[in-house]
Each structure stands twice: as C-alpha cells, then as structure tokens.
C-alpha cells in the first residue's frame, strides 16, 4: 500500500473534553497502531474534530476527509471506535457504505476488523448501542439539570457571571453557591448606576470604564459593548439567576460565516434567547435592587427604539458582506466628518475593523486600506448584473468542475454496460459453486476463482457509483443553471433600479462574501437552489441553503 494514502480521524464531542486533552490519547494509540502497521502518516491526512458533536453529519473534518475520500486520496482510514466515527448507527453505516464505494478500507483500533456476518453484525450492534448510549446520557442529563433548577440548585448553572465567584459541590456535601466578588461587585454596580441614573449608552459606560482603568473579567484593557450588555440583561445581579435563557434550535441563515469559523455551524444548530417566562429562577446572592435593574432594561429598551438601525435601516449597500482578506475581520461602514470632507462633499468608506486601535487595547491588529463605498458598490453591482446577464459563466464553471472530477477518478464506464458485466460475474459465480458443490472442481482451484470474482464484483460497484454521482452531479449542474436563469429573468426588469433595498436584497441573495485585500477585491458569489425567484423590498426572506462557491471574480480598485 502507498504509505501517503493513510489517514487517521478523531473527534470529542464537548470543549471540556478538549480542554482535558482526552483528544491526545486518541491520537496517540491511532498513531502507535499506524506504526505498528508500517505505515507513515501525513500531516495532511489528519482530520480532528474537536468538540463537535457525533450527533450530526456536519463536521469540517469529517466533510473534509470525506472529499479526500471520493478523489481517491485515501486507501486506509484509521479511527479509534466506531462511535468516534459517528454516534448514530444510521449515519454510521451510511459513511462505512461511502468509504467502501470509494475503495477505503476503515480500521478501528479498538474492533477487531473482519467481512464475516459475525463480524458486520458486531459492528453494527456496535453502532446502535452507542447511539442508545448517546440518547440516553443527554435525557438524564436534562432531566437532571430540570429538577435540580426547580429544586433550587446552582450546580446547574456550572459557572458564575463577573461579580461573583463559583464554588463547585464539595466532597462533604455542600451544594455549588454564588460567592460575591467584593471587588468585581462595585465594578457592576457602578455599571448599573451610569447606565440606568446617568443613562450613559454602551459607548459611554464602555469609554467610561476605560477612562477609569477598570479591565475586564479576562484582563483587557477595554470592555466589549456586547459584554456590558450582557451585563445589564442579566438577572442574577438582582438576586435570580436564570436557567434555560437559551435554547438550541435549528441552523438558522447567516449573511456570512463569522471571522475564522467555518460556513458549516460546528454543531449542526443555532443557539437562541429563549422567552423570558421558559426560565428557571434561581435563588443567588442580589448586587443590586430590583427597581434599578427593572429601570436599566427600560432604558435599554428605549435605547433599542432610538437605534440607528431601527430608525434608517442598513445605511450601506455591502453591509454584512465585507470582509478583510487578511486579519478576517469584518468592514464596516463609516462617513467622514464634514471638517474632513474635501471639497464639503458627505462620502464614506468601508472600513476594516482591525485597523481601530481603541478596540484591541490601543495596538491595530490590521493595517489593511479603506474603500470608497460609491466606487465598492458600483464595481460589486456591475459584477452581480454581468453574472444574471452571462448564466452561461455558471455553467462553463461547473462544466470544468465535473470534467476535473471526472478526469481524476478515470471514470468514463456506461452505467448500462458495468450492469451487464456485473450480471455475467454473478452468473459466472453462481456456476462456480455449483460445480465446486457438484464436486466438478476442488478446493484448490475454487477459492482463487472466486476470490478473483468477488473482487471482480466489489471494483464494478464502485465503478457504479461513480457514474451514478456523476449522474446525479450533471442533473444538479442542469437545476442548477435553469435556477440562475430564471432567477436572472425575475429580476432582470429590476436590475436598472436605483431602489436601495431592492438592490440590496438582490446582493445578499447572489454575493457569498467580498474578500478586500491591499491589491484586490474578490467577489465571491453564491447561488440559491430554492423555489421562489420573486424579490420585495423590504422583505426578510431566506432564499435557502447555499451551494458551494461558484464563481469567484477578481478586481483591482483604485482607493
């Protein structure tokens, strides 16, 4: 075997697991068995999930390892377990089934490999009890926490906010309390006190707090706006603390993937507030009084209502989309001061936010250039009408994708020619052990035959799964472009329209991301494979799951 086509997988599900480094062990016994074997393995053929869920197929790694996979880069997989591979036995059996038809031969550490009935049905039994395993963990773990919130219990809550100090359950029995901070207290109450009788906004408590010399809970210099107002939503400091503020739901749309995380959520869903009266209350130490954290929320509230964004809605045509090339961080809007504007003339720049100091303890962590927002939004827009006006660009792409594919795997065999080869082996098989039950022919000259049959027969499934993907990737490619097609004819009336939401809802529906980097600006488009082609202004419409990357068009702009 060629030693560069071995891999290994691993995966933990939670941080804690993580932080315990239980990661490390399963690294070290799938790479002591590795050695064992004679081979050596990449540093590129190690794919680690580390703290993700076994529950969900929509793993970076494993999505990864399984493209290595269907190109042929891998012919042997190491895994600790079966349940590291996937924790429920249908998505298990569902990855062993595609490595197979790829030609990967699996290996788990601690499952004594085998083809034998005996051995499938083991591995399978396997899969199904970690699965109950897994189901029945998370319901005791929920009911647990449940009773022990209505009962009145810490524990649950299993950390403290800034402010207190948490004190786990001891050995003799004490319960897990809230112990007051003295120091980290008056920091929170003077907190409370700018924002609900001076009515200080977020800014002002967050410049306030700097001008003081006051750091945070980890250390920093300057205090996050989102921090503080965790902060001020939080009811322990008014003695009740809350469990169950949030709640899991389904993934939910994104306008992009936050700075260095990836498009696939890490757990497979989107964590949300849930509705203030699904809470438990719990019973802690109070920092403060009830009517000034009653009175903070009311002026939070009217904050809210006074917000830019409520008030004129997004003020750019980019926003949300921009994004740093180099440090990842988000661009944002920004106007320049009429005493600045040349010529008195009110014009903006998108703005990376690496490059302000004040938000990294004084030190740039980016030193990336602005952008003209009118000559960005123009270029962007010329590209987004060249793409509905050329869908046949979309179609080219793909075309050279599948043809890549194609070429890579060797795979030019008819789905109706591999069936009749397949059918003639059987035959041929079936005939095989008839004669050699018959006593026609021995052992001797049975078991090479057959053997050479069998995997005669196992290479032709594979072929026939390839031309199937295949198959299936050109009807996708043919859905695929019918959809920019008439997704282009539903709006090519309204590309002419100097409709500022209209454009921007076309924007968000076809552009994935704008990558600004010091010399360029790359446009990176998405296509939307749902059903409904209409666009409203105004609407809040999500135009489903996004397909990968299609079209990437690079341009160079004057700043």
Request: glycine share 8%; aromatic share 8%; charged share 25%.
């Amino acid at each position: 075997m060629n030693k560069a086509l071995v891999a290994l997988y691993a995966r933990v599900s939670s941080g804690q697991q993580v932080k315990n480094g239980t990661i490390g062990s399963q690294l070290a016994a799938i790479k002591d068995r590795i050695r064992e074997d004679g081979h050596v393995l990449p540093d590129a053929m190690l794919f680690i999930d580390d703290g993700v869920s076994g529950a969900t197929l929509i793993r970076p790694q494993l999505e990864r390892l399984r493209d290595y996979a269907a190109a042929g880069d891998i012919e042997c997989l190491y895994i600790l377990s079966p349940d590291r591979l996937d924790r429920k036995y249908a998505y298990q059996a569902l990855l062993m089934e595609e490595f197979s038809a790829c030609g990967v031969e699996v290996i788990f550490i601690c499952h004594t490999p085998g083809d034998t009935p005996e051995d499938m049905m083991l591995l399978q039994m396997q899969g199904m009890f970690a699965e109950y395993e897994r189901a029945k963990i998370m319901e005791r773990n929920r009911r647990g926490k449940l009773h022990g919130a209505r009962c009145g219990n810490v524990g649950v809550l299993s950390g403290a906010p800034y402010g207190y100090r948490y004190i786990r359950r001891q050995p003799d029995g004490t319960p897990a309390q809230y112990i007051v901070n003295l120091h980290e207290a008056s920091v929170v109450r003077k907190i409370f006190s700018w924002a609900g009788i001076e009515r200080l906004s977020l800014g002002g408590v967050v410049r306030r707090l700097a001008e003081k010399g006051i750091e945070s809970a980890t250390g920093k210099p300057g205090w996050d706006r989102s921090t503080v107002w965790g902060m001020l939503k939080n009811p322990a400091y008014k003695g009740l603390a809350v469990f169950g503020k949030t709640k899991n739901c389904a993934p939910r749309p994104r306008v992009r993937a936050a700075r260095n995380s990836a498009d696939i959520l890490k757990n497979g869903y989107s964590v949300i507030r849930s509705k203030p009266d699904d809470g438990i209350g719990i019973p802690v130490p109070a920092i403060i009084n009830s009517a000034l954290f009653l009175t903070v929320n009311e002026q939070l509230e009217e904050n809210r209502r006074h917000a830019r964004q409520g008030r004129r809605g997004a003020a750019y045509l980019l926003q949300g989309l921009t994004v740093c090339g180099h440090c990842r961080y988000a661009y944002y809007g920004k106007k320049v001061s009429k005493s600045a504007a040349k010529g008195g003339a009110q014009y903006s720049y998108y703005h990376c936010t690496g490059t302000d100091a004040y938000r990294f303890g004084g030190i740039r962590v980016c030193d990336n250039k602005q952008v003209r927002t009118s000559m960005l939004d123009e270029t962007v827009w010329a590209q987004v009408i060249a793409l509905l006006s050329e869908p046949e660009r979309l179609k080219k792409e793909y075309e050279q994708r599948l043809t890549q594919a194609s070429e890579h795997s060797g795979q030019t065999a008819d789905a109706e020619r591999l069936k009749k080869q397949e059918n003639q082996l059987n035959v041929g098989r079936s005939r095989l052990i008839d004669s050699f039950a018959e006593g026609l022919i021995g052992k001797t000259d049975f078991e090479p035959r057959i053997r050479v049959m069998t995997l005669r027969l196992a290479e032709l499934a594979r072929q026939r799964v390839k031309v199937k993907q295949a198959t299936e990737n050109q009807h996708e490619l043919l859905l695929l472009v019918n959809r920019v097609e008439d997704f282009a004819a539903a709006v090519t009336e309204r590309l002419s329209t100097d409709d500022f939401l209209m454009k921007r809802e076309i924007l968000r529906a076809l552009v994935k991301r704008i990558e600004i980097y010091r010399d360029e600006i790359v446009v990176v488009f998405r296509v939307n494979p749902g059903n409904d082609t209409s666009l409203e202004a105004g609407s809040d419409k999500t135009y489903g799951r996004s397909l990968p990357d299609c079209l990437r068009s690079n341009f160079s702009l004057a700043r």
